[in-house]
Nanobody, 126 residues
């Protein structure tokens, strides 16, 4: 059973930075695609970033490109989302997601993932 546990959320001023972590357990993740999504109050959950654990594919939503960086630590089975130059519109609950696949076509879609974490709150004040 795959388990994903996010951490690192909090309250930060606009222009600041946060690093989210997603600790993954229960499998060997070398064949997995990992993603970050977010959901703001009253809005649908949306794609933020994704990468293949092998490192061959990576993608970002236009809204975060150039500000957010997704990465991993193989030894710790942990995925990170480094968020810089945060804006109030980045306020949301951030979710880590995973799917055992080498397909990239559904990487930006909710249905493209089988496993989800519980989420971590990020609040950016203006």
């Amino acid at each position: 059973q795959v388990q994903l546990v996010e951490s690192g959320g909090g309250l930060v001023q606009a222009g600041g930075s946060l690093r989210l972590s997603c600790a993954a357990s229960g499998r060997t993740f070398s064949s997995y695609r990992m993603g970050w999504f977010r959901q703001a109050p009253g809005k649908e959950r949306e794609f933020v970033a994704a990468f293949s654990w092998s490192g061959s594919m990576i993608g970002y939503a236009d809204a975060v490109k150039g500000r957010f960086t997704i990465s991993r630590d193989n030894a710790k089975n942990t995925v990170y989302l480094q968020m810089n130059l945060l804006k109030p519109e980045d306020t949301a609950v951030y979710y880590c997601a995973a799917k055992r696949t080498t397909d990239w076509g559904t990487s930006r879609l909710l249905v493209g993932y089988d496993y989800w974490g519980q989420g971590t709150q990020v609040t950016v004040s203006s």
